[in-house]
């Protein structure tokens, strides 16, 4: 399929609003089989602009649970230690 610009822009857009392909695929009238095996090719137009509207949506919520700890919410910085957990064993510790 040729993603043009714009339906690009529009995955990416869904995406943030955290809609899964399958509902992406209802929303802009692309067949879901199609959307979802392009979302699944790495480097796929489609899937760097998916993975950019989810990435952007994370680092929302990120940022708001990180200001909740610095608050003092007892439940954000705990969810941020696990974050910074997660986060450094994505990498390789050298």
Same mark, same amino acid.
Do not use: W
């Given at each position: #399929?040729?993603? =043009?610009?714009?339906?690009? +822009?529009? $995955?990416? /857009?869904?995406?943030? !609003? #955290? #809609?899964? *392909?399958?509902?992406? =695929?209802?929303?802009?009238? $692309?067949? /879901?089989?199609?959307?979802?095996?392009?979302?699944?090719?790495?480097?796929? *137009?489609?899937?760097?602009?998916?993975?950019?509207?989810?990435?952007?949506?994370? !680092?929302?919520?990120?940022?708001?649970?990180?200001?909740?700890?610095?608050?003092? @919410? *007892?439940? =954000?910085?705990?969810?941020?230690? @696990?974050?910074?957990?997660? +986060?450094? =064993?994505?990498?390789? #510790?050298?």
């Amino acid at each position: #399929m040729d993603y =043009s610009k714009e339906l690009l +822009q529009k $995955i990416e /857009e869904e995406a943030r !609003r #955290m #809609m899964t *392909p399958a509902e992406i =695929s209802a929303l802009l009238g $692309i067949d /879901e089989t199609e959307l979802t095996d392009d979302i699944n090719t790495l480097g796929h *137009p489609a899937r760097i602009a998916f993975f950019h509207g989810v990435a952007i949506t994370a !680092r929302e919520i990120r940022e708001d649970i990180r200001d909740a700890a610095r608050a003092g @919410s *007892p439940f =954000s910085v705990s969810e941020c230690l @696990s974050m910074i957990e997660r +986060q450094l =064993s994505s990498v390789t #510790m050298i």
